[in-house]
Nanobody
Framework: QVQLVESGGGLVQAGGFLRLSCAASGSIFSIGAMGWYRQGSGKERELVATITSGHSTNYADSVKGRFTISRDNAKNTMYLQMNSLKPEDTAVYYC????????????WGQGTQVTVSS
């Protein structure tokens, strides 16, 4: 009964910053790779950034140099620091995690809205 809960979204002006959090809870034995995805209005869900359990990271070209993904394995929590936000960053941001609970399964959070005004 694993749950991923995102928080930290909100309304911010262009050029501003936000930090998103994704907290995993439940009967978790281990969490492997995690990632942030986003879905803008009328668009497909796209990868923003990923991070392995060993803290190796990967970013979409559109956010490189502006966003930083990180995780605290002891807290089962992942973060996304978003700086220099642009209106095109407006989307619902989702947390994804590979979780071992007897077997490896993919879990998704409910999403948190990020709106960047111009």
């Amino acid at each position: 009964q694993v749950q991923l809960v995102e928080s930290g979204g909100g309304l911010v002006q262009a050029g501003g910053f936000l930090r998103l959090s994704c907290a995993a809870s439940g009967s978790i034995f281990s969490i492997g790779a995690m990632g942030w995805y986003r879905q803008g209005s009328g668009k497909e869900r796209e990868l923003v950034a990923t991070i392995t359990s060993g803290h190796s990271t990967n970013y979409a070209d559109s956010v490189k140099g502006r966003f930083t993904i990180s995780r605290d394995n002891a807290k089962n929590t992942m973060y996304l620091q978003m700086n220099s936000l642009k209106p095109e960053d407006t989307a619902v941001y989702y947390c994804r995690a590979d979780v071992f609970v007897g077997r490896w399964s993919i879990y998704w959070g409910q999403g948190t809205q990020v709106t960047v005004s111009s």
